[in-house]
């Protein structure tokens, strides 16, 4: 009686993994540039430049592009390629109602959510900030600032607001630096965060929900003022970086107002 042999088959091959933490990074370096405007509003992106300096190819580069698209950082136009996103004072202004939106709503669900040990927390940061001020930068501020409203905002324990807090953010992040640089009302601002905090902790929505209106709407009048300024800066003297090609503003973006 024959015999058969059953062959095995070779193994197949393990699935490369993904390199997310180079994406990842290669997408945070550029987020960064991007929120500096070291590409210049209206200016096309120059993508074999990028690609060269990071060493990386063509997929990985477009995708962390892409999700600076997604975030309004970025413009696509189809055959044409990325482009810096305009300067708007519109656009400034929506963001600012957007947020000014969201952190209401924060403060509300703060109010019902959190613990008076959770609230402690945050003032224990925000007072740990202003006891170094001396020593601080503008720019180490701002970043302490922007933690300030993150912590507040994680009190109401709503991750998906918290997320579209953190886009709103990056979009206003470099009209709020030179606010920060330029403005003598820093002091009154920053006070308005141990005032807020205790509303909150005392349960008292209606004043809270004014004490934050107020604190982003002085905010919001400088954001505007120098977003006039920026659109000047960029659109009348304007050197392009090597990460960039002029090119017309892509169809359908935001105009200098």
Known sequence: MATTTTRRRAPKAAPQPREESSVERLYLDLRDRAMRYEFRPGARINEQALGREFGVSRAPLREALNRLVAEGLLDFVMNKGFFRKQISVDEVFDLYQV?????????????QRASDEEIDAVERYWA????????????????????????????????????????????????????????AWNAAAFDAHHRVLQLIRERRADEALACITEHIDMSLKRAIEITKEMVATFFLV??????????????????PA
Do not use: C, W
């Open 128 to 183: 740990e900030v202003m006891a170094q001020g001396a020593q601080m930068t503008s720019g180490d501020f701002l970043l302490a600032d922007e933690e300030f409203h993150r912590r507040m905002i994680a009190l109401a324990k709503n991750k998906e607001l918290s997320a579209f807090m953190e886009i709103v953010t990056r979009r206003i992040h470099i009209a709020r630096h030179i606010d920060i640089q330029q403005s």
């Open 238 to 255: 304007g050197a392009s970086s090597p990460y960039e090609r002029e090119a017309s503003a892509p169809r359908g973006s935001a105009t």
């Open 99 to 111: 947020r000014i939106a969201l952190e209401r709503r924060a403060v509300l669900l703060a109010i």
